[in-house]
């Protein structure tokens, strides 16, 4: 895998490519994954599962959002070849 780190992706936006997975630490040992479908300037589309329409973190399946930001991923992203 490729790693980019959330320092990383923050400072140049365009090494985020569909097909990433990023990563996110939400304390306490959990965390969250998706899938990066489209990075629009920094604004991310992913498929996300234990979500909801309205991106709740307990949600009850698998979502396509539009909102995401890049800086908000705190951890990076994976893409595999």
Request: avoid cysteine; charge should be neutral; proline fraction near 2%.
């Amino acid at each position: 895998a490729d790693i980019v780190t959330a320092a990383e992706a923050a400072k140049d936006p365009s090494l985020i490519r569909p097909g990433a997975v990023f990563f996110i630490d939400t304390g306490g040992g959990l965390g969250h994954a998706g899938l990066v479908v489209a990075n629009l300037n920094g604004t991310l589309v992913t498929i996300e599962g234990n979500t909801n329409d309205d991106g709740g973190r307990e949600g009850g399946g698998v979502f396509r959002r539009t909102t995401r930001k890049i800086s908000k991923i705190n951890l990076g992203f994976a893409h595999y070849s």
